[in-house]
């Protein structure tokens, strides 16, 4: 088999699936991600599959079920092309009536439209939603286009032609330089220029080399690297490629977390789509080029998306981080110059390999280039997947994007970076989203987690839940990390409960800064981020639970209390039936809450209907 | 290639042999940089962060521990800077509050300056310096100790917590834990631990502490009490 033919003959597979798409009258696209699943789209699938089989549409309408649309909130989701049509909240009932009005007569079913809540017009058309509309959706956008499960999909949609232009007319070097002149940093926090990482892997010696890709995301409320991993994993087998070929790497590893199943299996499916018609594996499309990849699955500890951590538990080992005086780029996997990089970050690179370097320094910043992926999580409207150009103000992403609170109460603080990352009080709205302006004011992008908080977010007890989440999640080597954190979560949660000092406070400042200058791995060194950058803009919350032990927030159970406004009070004993604990008694014709048995669970204050249950 | 490198630590210009620690450069030529859990001979951890060093490169400093650091030419060392002093002095002091039942940590914890433990004391018996674990791997191949556990619940155990028949019985274990050695007080009660500051006043103390101190004026720079005398 020679280079020439086989190449081309991607090319004509490439062609004719794309007249045989155009043969279909109507497309409908689905959303298969893990959203739309949990809130029923497989039902809706099932449903729409057999009414076009009773109605003879198959031949006439093609159902694709993609990856994740971003907009999770409004799941399960569908658009019918041609007209962009926009459907959601999709009920398997909706089905009869999509198929004989939208599918056969072109009309479209109002009642399923978006409602913008803003106007509270109803909007048909999927790019007209704000919510989509203030987006840039380079890498997510792909996902609607391509059935992850389906490789020819993925090669009809222009798949797969940045590695032929690269295998055929781009030298290892070229590759690199391209990738460097794009500014792409790594998406999975570190912000490393993805370029010099190649390059440096691309110089160290070695009997051979690795690639590897991190989707071991471990963040509460960020699932953008596996939306694209379940979405599109094609394109994160072309961009491993294309990284192998400019590296001179031959053997590639995606390491994912196994509580992502889905994301296991579309990426297992797409490795051996790819090995079968000779994109992976020996002589790739023909050429000298050999790159195979593994599938590895990872067991769940938040530090094996550390990228030591995570090459020891490749190797069998316990994940467990160890220094980087030498770069993993020089020994990394089995002490083999190994370039890791993140989901995200493997999935830019074909879009820049085929639009070129200037295409993507065009958007962002100077020092950040291109789009991010955020998690928009918390307290907010529109929850979903969203993708912006850096520098975006977090304002245009929290209220224009996110359409702004979802209870009506104020919003105070984004929390921005998972776990390891800062909370920035409103104030910082205006804060350009990229990696230099949000390490500077004591968070970061990280992987791009956003959790929303409004008023009634206690900022102490917020901090508590993302130490308590990582002193569960440290390793227990180094002694910064291990004992530093228990620490600092045994101090606030003395805080919270009402036993906080000045003293305690300073010695909590005192650990932290030990902790982010001593630890071992990047997982100690921004542990203190949500402490720090809480005292830092909240510092009168604090104040407030350690002079006045009173929680502003009305969250942490040991400084409040529930009392029952006599006034208010109707008497309708909804309160009394709701408390659990029996801690409501009938006084006369109101009612009044026995604070010894009282366990402030705030059930009473949810079953009122007329404001009586206080809070204080 | 030359089989030595020149480096500075602490504006002492010092030569050490290619592919030796920053760790142990500093301490054949006396320059004191506290340390736990590194032993001569045994594989670096960085797991007790003591010996806490900040790297000059290209004008940025970084922070890393001396013990994994691989001696480089032309590299600046400073071992003793105050953002170090302070994090190793509270490491120290956390040290101390974990196990304060090891005169080997009080020790430690006196010479790098803790004057107060403010953290409540927790009585472990085991620092998980990792020591043993390494001395019955490397020197002896007998693996017969390992870490199982993560975060807190990390602990130093016996395989399924039976002593395997490939175990010597050497003893090196025992012999190389820092916690071997009790406070010259004696062992401590639980809920009656204090902070000692005595070992100042015992300099025959550094044969027994699990480290090569030399009781040198240079440990002047990280606020070592016995130089101070």
Redesign the interface.
Known sequence: MSVAITIEALKKQAEEQKKEENKYGKIVTLCAGTGCSASGCLSVLASLRKELKNKKLTKKVKIRTTGCHGFCEQGPLMVIEPGNTFYCHIKPEDIPEIVSETLQNDKIVERLLYTDPASGKRISREKDIPFYKAQERVVLGQNKLVDPCDISDYIANGGYSALIKVLTSMKADEVIKEIKESGLRGRGGGGFSTGKKWEFCRRAEGASKYVICNADEGDPGAYMDRSVLEGNPHAIIEGMLIGAYAIGAEHGYIYVRNEYPLAVKHSKLAVQQAEEIGLLGKNVLGTDFSFDIKLARGGG?F?CGESTALMASLEGK?GEP??K??HTTEKGFMDLPTNLNNVETWANVPSIINKGASWFTAKGTAKSKGTKIFALTGKIRNTGLVEVPMGTSLRKIIYDIGGGSATGKRIKAVQTGGPSGGCLPEELFDLPVDFEALTEAGSMVGSGGMVVMDETTCMVDMAKYFLKFL??????????C???L??ML?IIKDITEGRGTE?KLE?LK??A??VS????CALGKTAPNPVLSTIKYFRSEYDAHIKEKRCPAGVCRELIHYSIDKEKCKGCGACFKACPHGAIIKKEKTYKIDDAKCQKCGICKEACKFEAVVVK | MSEYVTLTINGARVRAPRGSSVLDAALEYGICIPHLCHVPGLTPIGACRLCIVEVIKNGKSKVTTSCTLEVEEAMVIKAHTEKILKARKNIAEMLVAEAPNSRAIQDIAVRCGVKEVRYPFRHENCVLCGRCVRICDELWQSKSLGFVGRGLARKVRLPFDERPDYCKRCNACIDICPMTITPCDGPMKKGEEYFCGKCESQLSMAQESPDTCVDCRLGEGFGCVRARK
Do not use: N, Q
């Open positions: 500890a530090v316990v160890r220094p005086d030498i002193v569960d999640e440290s390793c227990g080597k180094c002694v910064p291990r004992v530093g228990s620490r045994e003293e010695l005192d650990t800064e030990t200058i001593a630890s071992l």
